[in-house]
């Protein structure tokens, strides 16, 4: 069984900074994929960042100078640094995994979410 584990939520003031973290676990074959998604209250879930095995990387341009994504291949973890943090970063944090799983198929696998506030 494959396990998605977040850390590095909580309530920071604008202009802070927040580091999130997401360790994959379990039988994982290969990982293709990791990235973070988020969603704010009453909105759809989005894009924030991703970053795959050759180490190509993409951001959402709301957050694209102020968010860097990094991946530990050999833990399987990733990171998402965010800088310069605004009321509109404000959302619930899911980190995301394409992989396969030993003995199964490539699809995506989520965290459980952990919530970013912006707020003074």
């Known amino acids: 069984q494959v396990q998605l584990v977040e850390s590095g939520g909580g309530l920071v003031q604008p202009g802070g900074s927040l580091r999130l973290s997401c360790a994959a676990s379990?039988?994982?074959?290969?990982?293709?994929?990791m990235g973070w998604y988020r969603q704010a209250l009453g909105k759809q879930r989005e894009l924030v960042a991703a970053?795959?095995?050759?180490?190509?990387?993409n951001y959402a341009d709301s957050v694209k100078g102020r968010f860097t994504i990094s991946r530990d291949s050999a833990n399987s973890t990733v990171y998402l640094q965010m800088n310069i943090l605004k009321t509109e970063d404000t959302a619930v944090y899911y980190c995301?995994?394409?992989?396969?799983?030993?003995?199964?198929?490539?699809?995506?696998?989520w965290g459980q979410g952990t919530q970013v506030t912006v707020s003074s």
């Open positions: 970053t795959t095995n050759g180490d190509i990387t």
């Open positions: 995301n995994a394409l992989l396969a799983a030993v003995g199964g198929t490539m699809r995506d696998y």
């Open positions: 379990g039988s994982i074959f290969r990982i293709y994929r």
